[in-house]
């Protein structure tokens, strides 16, 4: 029987909404073992003189506890 744990993230990139999740997915496997899902909770943007600066995401990553 597996035990999993889910933690909040919130990821941001110039380069649109997919890119922020690329970003939150790639940190998170650095410091978490067995990510094995994310779920995206919400998605803004960050404007600037009426241009888009930044596209952020929030996201529940879910990974597997070790024995």
């Known amino acids: 029987m597996s035990v999993a744990r889910t933690t909040e993230i919130v990821a941001a990139s110039p380069d649109g909404f997919k890119a922020a999740m690329k970003e939150g997915i790639d940190r998170a496997n650095k410091t978490l073992d067995n990510v094995t899902s994310a ?29």
């Open 39 to 67: 779920w995206i909770a919400d998605q803004h943007v960050v404007i600037d003189k009426g241009k888009i600066k930044e596209y952020r995401v929030r996201m529940k990553v879910t990974f597997v506890l070790k024995d």
